[in-house]
């Protein structure tokens, strides 16, 4: 049970992560990715490819990660961010059916189909972390600073430029800010940083392939977020720890058919998200109708 | 009004032959004029006239078909919005489009914040900030509504928010959109004293305005637009009291 519960967490806090990055593009700059699952892909591979390769401490690991995380999202975000959101979301389709395709065929650093096995524990400093009770702190902590950099940016003029531009572009750039340059800079910044859960997964499960990284991870981390709540601190969280929850709680339910599990599984999710839209629009942690905010 | 002065006036900007067409319709037809430092030069003309297209032409969000456009003194026929508001050219919009999630405040704010990357700001930068917002706030009498969402602000307000966007900023050149339009006339008055305010502390302004009292009470300098053309551009009275351009104004056109 204890280990079961680590799993969990750890789980969770590493998804945690996919949906505050993501978070911070889709709540705060109005840019709505579908290649998320991508960036955490690349993390993964690459983190990967250096650890069992060339070094295994995070020091090696990580920045790798995360440079080939910002590069590919430079490689999306500099044509496709200089038109308008529709043409985004659907350029960042395209980028996940073209990196699926990728992360199977490229044998040497990804294993195609099969994947790759055997990837080495992270290595913190010389301390080889394996353990869930260990590698626990470290992904929590990871969280945490996660957390707080995203914090400080939105914060920041930054992210208050984000914000601008997400409530109006026009007026955005009418007062000077360089709407593209901004933009990109977000993405490649989420980007960087969701190749550090990337990293993390790989090691922690010292075993991944491409399903992993499909859309239906990137359609999942975006459902995290909306149903958590867009653009705010504790939504993503929330959301990440209720879809990964529900599947157990589900399968606690002793009177469901455990044969039919995993189609009554999509129907509550598929429901639940419905009336969560119609009734509460801004998800679990967001704000919970139009009229009754704004009164001091 | 002194209008008499407002031909000796600096050229803040220099726009000549302007055009620009919208499939085969003349917004803008060969528009020449000059914006003079420390005045407000107001363009009238019925609806369609290309005013607001003039607008969009200045700042670049819209890009010419022939015709140049020079900014003291240099030419900007390719600037972009987000270049022209750096350049110290700011504009309003006739719809505000103000940043609805946000705070009046960070409204504010965030329109004199022109970095494109995160930075740290210094103590005295963030006080320099500030004083700018707050004076900006009290301005336009939203000091009490600051941190209310501007999506929450009852129309008048919305309307003072957006010049007060302006306002906190160094810009020398406000172009301004229907600022007035639909403001009771407590309001309005409060705006006129607003923008002469302004005008004596050195800004230049360019304003569309319906309203002829409004009109009256504070142009310096009238450009008379109408299908693209500019037909006057002088003194307010002149302009004002020319039975041709009133007929077109009236819509008594035949």
């Not at chain 1, 705060?28 to 069992?52: D, E, N, P, Q």
Request: glycine content about 8%; some cysteine.
């Amino acid at each position: 049970m204890e280990a079961y519960l680590l799993n969990l967490v750890i789980l969770i806090s590493i998804y945690s992560i996919l949906g505050v990055t993501l978070n911070f593009i889709m709540g705060y700059a109005g840019i709505y990715s579908l290649a998320h699952a991508v960036f955490f892909g690349v993390g993964a591979y690459a983190g990967t490819f250096m650890a069992m390769h060339v070094n295994a401490s995070i020091f090696v690991t990580l920045p790798v990660a995360m440079a080939a995380g910002a590069i590919l999202s430079l490689i999306l975000a500099l044509p496709a961010l200089r038109v308008r959101g529709e043409y985004f979301v659907a350029a960042s389709l395209g980028l996940q059916v073209l990196a699926v395709t990728i992360f199977s065929e490229w044998k040497s650093v990804t294993g195609g189909i099969g994947g790759l096995i055997g990837i080495p524990p992270l290595d913190v400093a010389g301390f080889e972390v394996f353990k869930p009770s260990q590698f626990i702190f470290v992904t929590v902590g990871a969280l945490i600073i996660i957390l707080f950099i995203i914090n400080r940016l939105v914060h920041s003029s930054f992210g208050r430029s984000l914000r601008a531009i997400r409530d109006s572009e026009s007026a955005a750039a009418a007062f000077g800010k360089n709407v593209p340059l901004i933009k990109t800079i977000s993405v490649v910044i989420s980007s960087a940083l969701t190749a550090v859960a990337g990293v993390l997964y790989a090691s922690y499960l010292s075993f991944i392939n491409v399903e992993s990284f499909k859309l239906d991870t990137s359609v999942l981390i975006m459902a995290m977020v909306i149903i958590g709540g867009t653009g705010t601190q504790a939504g993503p969280i929330v959301g990440a720890a209720l879809l990964l929850l529900l599947p157990s709680l589900i399968s606690y339910l002793d009177f469901l058919p455990q044969t039919e599990i995993g189609s009554i599984q999509q129907i509550i999710y598929g429901l639940g998200m419905a009336l969560l839209m119609i009734y509460r629009p801004g998800g679990i942690v967001g704000r919970k109708k139009q009229s009754e905010t704004g009164k001091e | 009004m002194v209008a008499s002065t407002a031909d000796t006036q600096e050229v803040l900007m220099e726009i000549r032959n302007v055009d620009k067409a919208f499939g085969g319709v003349k917004a803008v037809d060969d528009v020449s004029m000059d914006l003079r430092a420390g005045i407000i030069t107001t363009l009238v003309g019925p609806n369609g006239a290309g005013k607001t297209t003039l607008f969009n032409l200045i700042t670049g969000e819209l890009s010419k078909d022939s015709g140049s456009i020079k900014w003291l003194g240099n030419p900007i026929n390719k600037i972009k919005p987000y270049q022209a508001a750096r350049a110290g050219i700011l504009r309003t919009f006739q719809d505000l489009r103000l940043f609805n999630e946000m705070s009046v405040e960070d409204n504010i704010l965030t329109s004199i914040e022109d970095n494109s990357v995160p930075v740290l700001l210094t103590k005295s930068q963030r006080t320099a900030r500030r004083e700018k917002v707050d004076y900006a706030l009290n301005r336009a009498g939203l000091f009490t509504k600051r941190k209310i969402r501007a999506k929450d602000l009852a129309y008048a307000e919305r309307k003072f928010l957006s010049m007060a966007r302006v306002m906190a900023t160094d810009a020398r050149l406000w172009l301004l959109d229907e600022p007035a339009s639909g403001l009771d006339p407590n309001s309005y008055e409060k705006f006129l004293e607003i923008l002469r305010e302004e005008v004596k502390q050195g800004v230049t302004v360019c304003i569309i305005e319906h309203n002829l009292d409004i009109v009256i009470g504070i142009s310096d300098r009238i450009a008379f637009l109408d299908r693209g053309k500019l037909l006057a551009d002088g003194e307010p009275q002149s302009v004002l009291n020319d039975p041709e351009l009133r007929a077109i104004y009236f819509g008594e056109r035949t």
